[in-house]
């Protein structure tokens, strides 16, 4: 079943930081943490690597305000694909998962069209997606930024209907914002807020003005408890991706708490 969507969402996006241990340390502490913060209409998302999903999933399964994603899958029911992972695979343990990340992107060649058909396929599984698109480093010095993410978001809604449009969660994740990539600046809240302004203007032309508001957007890139206010009070963001920051079971919960605050 879809996750009922929240008005608020931050999901943690682990990588390969931690180790199997770590990974199941991690979720115990944050069950400790979350324990009495009871977060209005905010959700938060684990997203372990594949071995600790089942383990993970099994430590914070009676915790309500937390739900467990994978971060990758293949498009594909099943076949002859060494090393990956089918819905079917992850659909025991996750509600969840990361769509297009730049870092599969970038390692595995993962294109748009293959993007948008795995979310398509993750809707139709009961799984939400959350569909990462952004700019390179080298898009943006080449003034590309809004032709980039129109090309991903039309490309996004070439495999969606209206209702399930309403399904999917995008990410706008500049990928030279990335913690990984060490950048020497962050974006401007406010231009942010109007790269996301133009993922809902798309929405709306081909989907209407509904669908457009419904969607749910968040933001990533070096998100930390000191600036997550900065970038969930501009208008129209629902919460954040979240991955260095992330691995910290107290700095994630300041997070959660702050996008609990903002977000009614
Ligand atoms: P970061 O990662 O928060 O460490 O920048 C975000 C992401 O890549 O999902």
Not at 6 to 32: D, R
Not at 227 to 249: C, D, F, I, M
Request: charged residues 20%.
């Amino acid at each position: 079943m879809l996750s009922n969507k929240p008005n608020g969402l931050v999901v943690a996006n682990w990588k390969m930081e931690l180790s199997y241990k770590g990974e199941v340390e991690a979720a115990k502490a944050i069950k400790n943490l979350s324990k009495g913060h009871n977060w209005a209409s905010t959700k938060l998302v684990i997203c372990p690597s594949y071995p600790s999903l089942p383990a993970v999933a099994q430590e914070l399964a009676k915790v309500e305000e937390i739900e467990i994603g994978a971060q990758h899958v293949h498009w594909e029911d099943k076949g002859a694909w060494t090393g990956e992972v089918s819905i079917n695979q992850i659909m025991p343990f996750a509600q969840w998962c990361i769509v297009g990340h730049s870092e599969q992107r970038r390692l595995t060649g993962l294109k748009d069209e293959q993007v948008s058909k795995t979310a398509a396929k993750l809707i139709q599984h009961g799984i939400t997606p959350v569909v990462c698109l952004g700019e390179t480093a080298e898009e943006r010095a080449q003034d590309k930024t809004v032709e980039t993410v129109t090309r991903q978001m039309k490309q996004l809604l070439a495999f969606m209907t209206r209702m399930l449009m309403a399904k999917v969660v995008v990410t706008y994740e500049p990928v030279w914002a990335i913690s990984a990539n060490n950048p020497v600046e962050l974006p401007d809240p406010a231009d942010m807020a109007g790269t996301m302004l133009l993922l809902r203007k798309i929405v709306s032309v081909e989907f209407g003005n509904e669908a457009a508001e419904r969607m749910m957007v968040l933001y990533g890139g070096s998100i930390k408890a000191s600036n997550v206010s900065e970038y969930v009070k501009e208008p129209g963001v629902n919460g954040v991706l979240v991955g260095s920051a992330s691995t910290q079971p107290r700095q994630l919960i300041e997070i959660v708490n702050s996008v609990d605050g903002l977000i009614a």
